[in-house]
């Protein structure tokens, strides 16, 4: 019976015999070294906005300043100012420029997706393929174009080619929001078309609610993009008083001698809001990256 009962079985009948896991040493190795290679650099920028100038300007590295924390470098990230401007007015002009135009944006992508997800209309396979099709051709190719086009437009020195593409939607939130959309049921549509609802009704009724954890994490990846974007406020934006955050950014760099703790410390100060947004809704991040039927959860 004991020779049984080893062997995994009682009688006639089998016993399950449960193995032991094995550490899974390596994983938990790469784990570790992807944490690292994130909180470190982040520690060294905290602690070198925290150093003094002198100190930070040594080729000697040193894990913790030998002469002490100073708040000098955020003093001066604070109250220096780029031809008249100001680090809050240009987080400011930040907000202003890329917070209404990314919301419109994911409203008018949402639109399409649905569209694209449960409406049946002419030719809709081809145009989706042709949409997707843009996302392989590099931005960098289509910056010469846009900027005569918006020259002709006149737009140079405004916010609207920051803005106005933006509101136009992006086909990478279109992409994401349709697979979403399309792992909701036919059957709910069927049934709130039986009741009276007609495509609009239906979206704003049915799909815009259930779809809120999917809207609020692409929002925040696209505002996030937007907020770091240096390359088209330095080609649009001449007039130094409509600088953006990461223009005004640049210019902590000097010519010759570099004020470390002034420039990391302005690191620090742009990273503040994007962590107290993930904070806030990282919840929504990671309910709405998992693509699944819009009726769980």
């Keep these: ?170 086909i990478g939130v279109v992409f994401f929001l349709r697979q979403f959309f399309m792992g909701i049921p036919d059957d709910l549509v069927g049934a709130a078309n039986i009741d009276g609802l007609g495509e609009i009704g239906v979206y704003f009724r049915i799909m815009l609610p259930i779809a809120v954890p999917a809207l609020i994490s692409q929002f925040i990846l696209n505002f996030i993009a937007a907020y770091n974007d240096y390359l088209a406020p330095l080609l649009y934006l001449q007039n130094a008083k409509m600088y953006t955050l990461q223009i005004s950014l640049a210019f902590f760099a000097e010519a010759y001698v570099q004020d470390w703790p002034l420039r990391m410390a302005g690191c620090v100060i742009s990273m503040v809001p994007l962590v107290v947004l993930y904070l806030i809704s990282q919840k929504y991040i990671l309910k709405g990256v998992a693509i699944s039927s819009g009726l769980k959860g």
């Design 1 to 170: 019976m004991n020779n049984a009962l080893e062997n995994g079985r009682s009688g006639d009948f089998f016993v399950p015999v449960k193995k032991k896991r094995k550490p899974l040493v390596g994983s938990h190795i790469i784990i570790l070294l992807a944490i690292l290679f994130v909180v470190v650099p982040t520690y060294i920028m905290i602690i070198t906005s925290l150093t003094s100038t002198i100190e930070a300007n040594n080729a000697a590295f040193v894990w913790w300043p030998k002469q002490g924390l100073t708040v000098a470098g955020y003093v001066k990230a604070f109250t220096r100012k780029t031809a008249g401007n100001s680090l809050l007015r240009s987080f400011g002009n930040t907000m202003w420029i890329y917070l209404p135009s990314t919301i419109v944006g994911i409203f008018v992508s949402s639109m399409s997706a649905f569209a694209f997800a449960k409406l049946d209309f002419y030719l809709k396979k081809p145009m989706f393929a042709i949409l997707l099709a843009t996302m392989t051709v590099p931005n960098c190719i289509a910056i010469i174009a846009s900027f005569l086009m918006f020259d002709k437009l006149g737009w140079i020195n405004t916010p609207l080619p920051l803005m106005i593409p933006r509101m136009l939607g992006t």
